[in-house]
């Protein structure tokens, strides 16, 4: 087993930060040692990589992609070979991304296609999560299947997307009774989609047509109305609920409030919400805010929303940042909804961007170092049942690594990025750091500005249950 020691290194934990050399054996980190200590003890390693001036960082986890998703009538332009590359690129060593099942369709069997997808394709590891789109009895008895044998243990539904993803609220409870009776997390798309189907209805008739209304259709209220009923849904089936890429500050003020009661709820956010708005980007002129629609959409700015998201991130009532990340080319893809926003793919693309762009939180003293490993790392691998075998530098552990220069700088352009995406929602921004060098189970997947990896090499992880629960 070949052995590879990283020397004079800042290792950044969740907890901390310390000065330690790391030694992998094969796939796994065998030791940490104190510097020097590999002399003294003579440990001879086939390579060495110098780390100094540089932190060591466990390889991020993305709990939120999207890969070959269909919706609004096209894919989702990443396919698992080129987001997984994309990932690596970015520091992210481990995608868990969402199987689907439409109302209707087998769960098992969507799970099937979904590992077709993926299997043998991943520069990186990877797990899925399942969307159950159709929640009856036979899907939840599959449910129960899943997290007994398949290593798949949380469950997205929607509250929003009537006709293709949405569960009615006797059917979220019915899900989340299952689910808590499994020792599952429920994961809830929480939008009231009944409620935002009249207003783009309405706006439509009314000639709003350009992407900007995409926000305006979804108001705040919608997100924070969604988000409480599914908190009091999960209370009344005694299961823990994952909000995902939560944007409304007012939506997240409940969550809080549920975890100042003891509740096992939790918040994700996304880069997204932190760094675009609607004055300075859904309201691009012509159709360029198309490139930031997504849902939950882009909010304004002068509301208050990304002061807000930052805060929550430091208070942990927003625990994780994943990307959601569901590119689709501007070309043929957004302009599906040229002349109608509701047309407009839902999406953006960032996963090779996550670990810069929260980096700069630290930056600019909204994050500890810790914080920022805690919430791209630590706590998405505790979350989602993957700890301590993801999500940690210490002994007995994958060897996923990164090797961050926080001297660096990164330009994000389209003419750079490696998703497969014709434009950048990160166009032109200039990033503090970079990703130096990227470990995936012992094995350099990125290093001098060069990919090294391979597709296949990145393995389905079963997941456990939740490790986070409070
Ligand atoms: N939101 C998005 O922006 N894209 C895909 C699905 C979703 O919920
Ligand atoms: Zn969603
Ligand atoms: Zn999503």
Redesign the pocket.
């Known amino acids: 087993m070949a052995r590879t020691l990283i020397t004079n290194g800042t290792l950044i934990s969740a907890s901390g930060t310390s000065k330690a050399d790391v030694l992998i054996d094969g796939e796994t980190i065998a030791a940490l040692l104190e510097p020097g200590q590999s002399t003294t003890l003579g440990i001879v390693a086939d390579r060495v990589i110098d780390a100094t001036g540089k932190y060591v960082l466990p390889g991020g986890v993305d709990a939120h992609t999207?890969m070959e998703?269909p919706?609004g009538g096209t894919f989702a332009s990443d396919t698992f070979e080129t987001g997984s590359r994309a990932a690596a690129w970015g520091g992210t060593t481990t995608i868990i991304d969402f199987a689907v099942q439409t109302t209707g369709a087998d769960v098992q069997e969507s799970l099937a296609a979904w590992h077709g997808k993926a299997d043998g394709e991943c520069a990186i590891d990877y797990a899925f999560h399942q969307i159950v789109g159709g929640v009856d009895d036979q899907s939840l008895k599959a449910m129960r299947y899943l997290v007994d044998h398949e290593g798949i243990s949380s469950f997205k539904l929607f509250m929003?997307y009537p006709g293709v993803f949405y569960s009615d609220d006797g059917q979220i409870l019915r899900a989340m009774q299952t689910a808590a009776d499994m020792g599952a997390m429920v994961m809830m798309?929480a939008e009231n989609g009944i409620a935002i189907d009249v207003i783009i209805r309405q706006m439509l008739e009314k000639g709003q047509t350009d992407p900007r209304s995409h926000t305006d259709s979804r108001p705040v209220e919608m997100e924070e109305e969604a988000t409480n009923r599914a908190i009091l849904l999960a209370k009344v089936a005694k299961c823990p609920l994952y909000v995902v890429?939560m944007s409304a500050k007012e939506a997240v003020d409940t969550v809080a409030r549920a975890r100042d009661l003891g509740a096992n709820v939790f918040g994700e956010t996304c880069p997204q919400y932190l760094y675009f708005s609607y004055e300075e980007h859904m309201s691009r002129p012509g159709f360029e805010g198309a490139k930031y629609v997504?849902?939950t959409p882009i909010r304004r700015r002068s509301e208050g929303h990304q002061e807000a998201l930052w805060r929550y991130l430091r208070t942990n009532d927003l625990s994780v940042v994943a990307t959601?990340h569901?590119p689709f080319c501007f070309k043929e893809q957004k302009e599906l909804g040229v002349g109608d926003f509701s047309a407009i793919p839902?999406?953006?693309g960032g996963v090779e961007h996550r670990m810069d762009t929260i980096y700069q939180g630290v930056v600019h003293g909204e994050l500890s170092l810790a914080r920022w490993v805690e919430l791209c790392s630590t706590t998405p691998a505790r979350m989602f049942g993957l700890y301590p075998k993801k999500g940690v530098i210490a002994p007995g552990s994958d060897a996923d690594i990164v090797i961050y220069d926080p001297d660096a700088k990164t330009n994000i352009s389209v003419k750079t990025h490696h998703m497969n995406m014709d434009y950048s929602a990160y166009e032109g921004m200039v990033i503090d750091g970079k990703v130096d060098t990227v470990l995936s189970r012992g094995t350099v997947v990125i290093e001098n500005d060069a990919y090294k990896g391979r597709k296949g090499h990145g393995r389905y992880v079963r997941r456990g249950l939740s490790q986070y629960l409070l």
Do not use: P, T, Y
């Open positions: 999207h998703l919706f929003a798309h890429h997504c849902s959601d569901c839902n999406g953006i």
